[in-house]
């Protein structure tokens, strides 16, 4: 029991040592002078490549974006049905075949829809 | 082995098909009266289908998911029939949303099969699947004119909706738990089995038996579950409303009546038990629904109330129907045929309101007054409707409510259609509010209110349909005896 | 030792349903009832696959059913989202206290 505790433990320890030595690396090699300490503006940034936030994060999105979700949110549920057909494939047969390619089919029947009513276009 | 059996299912694959083919069709085409046509070729190819296959002994099909029996059949045929109706009725009423016809169709016709789909589905799982079929397709058609009162009444029939579900389906998850199945016959078989006298010993069942009757208390409109149906038979689409009053209720009672008497119909303690849970229901239910109703200005929210009173006076079947199990009585064809009466009598109704209400742009029942001088038929229709509702002679709802009555006394709930006819009583008041504004009340304009041809063809089958019930009843009655014969009775 | 069994999950199952309708009757804003009525769905689903696997751990017809809850909650989301557009175009708002042209 306690030592099923210890392993986490042990866990424990080596991932706070690893979040402590990690950052500590660079400086050590800098007061060693192994690596260049030449500063300019863009390493000192939160991110190294990309661009800098503006504004706050609290902001209201554009609503627009709820379409693009919905939509991903019922394309992504056929996964669900797909991964219990894939896992067993070879048992499920031709049967099993057939039922998925009526599913497909009639999702694929809602992506036309989606398409032509314009429901995929940022306007 | 999915092949073989494809045929008992052709109703609603057919009926799919040509929903789908709707959606498609509408994405390429401008001319869109050809939708409606379609839409009731498809209705009646279904209504073939099923025809075809009404001999056939009750079998269950795809590992015990769906069932053909008379009983599904016949609640398939009634759903086919109201849309068919409700599509002819909607002739005028999609020039509102001309440019989503399509989609209007198609989610209406969705609907349908769902709700087919429900009535014939003995496993938990599919009547689960089929009933959110149904729903989701109705929210969406409930807040159809996108205006303000429609989208909130989508909104509250959502929210509600939601929550019954998820009632319904935590009682079907103590169900499963408790027997392990949740094919209605192997769920049958086990509480069969069980060693004990009384609900309280069991509490699972207890508690999935009393959650299974609040959600699809949702469904039929039963008090505590009623508080949807006012606003949004007020906010949704007239055509929309009547079809809610009528497939989803029917549908609604057919699943629970399904789910009640196989799952919970032996031994005699436990349907004693739910039965008197469902006439205590019906009496608040009617009582509640007939009292709010008489104060009511909107005509669609007094056909609300209206038809939660319905429920009531059905549900009192429902309970009939319950204690008959075991004996050796033959009264259970009362709420079948009531359900027929009262889709043929509500639709009628309403063909007759939209008609109307389309034309005059209101919904109010002083807008109806002198109806009569402004259109004499559907006066005179929405009249025949509104007496069957109140249960006079010569129509339909007489007869229904003598049939469903005098099974309930023969019972042994006295006390309960005591209530029933006093709430009758109390109906006629506001059923002959709305006929005395058409026959008596001074017209504010002399405009005459004319319909479409597909709207006069409905209500003349409903018309039709009504007296025909309330004239010689007994070419029906072997029809609906025929389909309760299945629960064992 | 104590192990996890059956009554556990279905506390569970009874205390995410139980917040779930807290929630829904409470709620002001519109997305916030709806995640409320996916939190009641999903404790729906502990329960049924607390179920399926201590009463009927070979069929896994618990677990399928929790598959089908799924996907419906997911339909019934996007239908309740395209509701909310509607009704935010025409109040301007979601909050619940907002929508009173019909009396509840």
Redesign the interface.
Known sequence: MLAQYGYVGILLICAIGFTVIIPLIPKILMVMGLIPTKKNPTKEGQYECGMQTIGKTWVQYNFRYYFFAVLFVLFDMLTIFLYPWAVNVTGLGVGGLIAVGIFLAILIIGYLYAWRKGALQWK | ??MEHIQFIAPEISLLCFA?LI??LD?FITQKRVLPVLSVIGAIVAATFIIVIWNTPPVGLFDKMISIDPFGLFFKLLILAATVLVILASHNYVLKFNKFQGEYYALLMLSAVGLMLLVSAIN??TI??AL?LSS?SL??LV?FL????S??????Y??LG??AS?IL??G???I??L????CLTCIAEYVRGMPFKDLQEVPALMIGLVLIIAGFGFKIASVPFQ?WV??VY??APTTITAYLSVASKAAGFGVIARVLMTVFGLPVWLHNDWAMIIAVLAAITMTVGNLVAIVQTNIKRLFGYSSIAQAGYMMVGLAAMGLTMGTKENVTGGLIFFLLSYTLTNLGAFIAIIAISNKINSDEIEDYNGMIKRSPLLALGLTICLISLAGLPPTAGLIAKIYIFSGAVNMGLAWLVVIAVINSVISAYYYFKIAKAMWLGTPVTEEKVDASWPEWLALAACVVGVLALGVVPGLFMNLTTAAVRIFGI | MLTVGLTHFLILSAILFAIGLFGVITQRNVIKVIMCLEIMLNAVNIALIAFSQSVAPVSLTGQIFAIFVMVVAAAEVAVGIAIIFSIYRNHESIDMEKFNILKW
Request: negative net charge; hydrophobic residues 50%.
């Open positions: 082995m999915i789908l959606v498609l994405l938990l799982i689960y699947v959110e989701i929210y969406a807040s996108k205006d303000k009162k989208s909130e009444a989508g909104l509250k959502l929210i939601g929550v998820a389906l935590y079907m998850a103590f499963f738990g027997t392990g199945n949740t508080m006012p606003d007020e906010g």
